[in-house]
């Protein structure tokens, strides 16, 4: 009986053996080209923060305000538009249906405000549209 646990003791041992021996080997090869991984890994790193950077001017905060401009007309057709960057600079579009006709509006949006009075629908799109 105990003849089979050392057996079993040297088989596990030699198992081991040849575990570290493979792995000696496999951390001493190295692939061509890993030597300039760090250098790749800046770099894409330093792309991505430029990209942010670049994304931050895009207009990419949105919201739509839909509804009815006047008591006798229904089913939201005016609506407005809200189109900002992560400043709040962008443009609120809103285009009122009546009747007989529509109109449309753009008003210009700087740090989240705008010098022109805005209408309360106008107000809501860019409530909606700030983060």
């Known amino acids: 009986m105990w003849i089979l646990a050392v057996v079993a003791f040297v088989v596990a041992l030699a ?18 080209g890993t030597d300039a991984l760090p250098e790749d890994v800046t770099g894409l790193r330093q792309e991505v923060a430029a990209l942010r950077l670049e994304a931050g001017d895009a207009l990419r ?23 900002l960057d992560d400043s709040g600079n962008g443009v609120v579009l809103t285009s009122i249906h009546g009747r007989s006709d529509a109109r449309t509006y753009a008003k210009s949006i700087s740090s989240w405000t705008c010098e022109q009075q805005l209408s309360p629908e106008e107000e809501e799109a860019v409530a909606h549209a700030r983060p």
């Open 15 to 32: 198992a081991a053996s040849l575990a570290v021996v493979a792995l000696r080997r496999q951390t001493a090869y190295r692939a061509p």
């Open 61 to 83: 905060h949105l919201a739509v305000v839909r509804y009815d401009a006047f008591g006798d007309m229904g089913g939201h057709l005016s609506w407005s538009l809200a189109l």
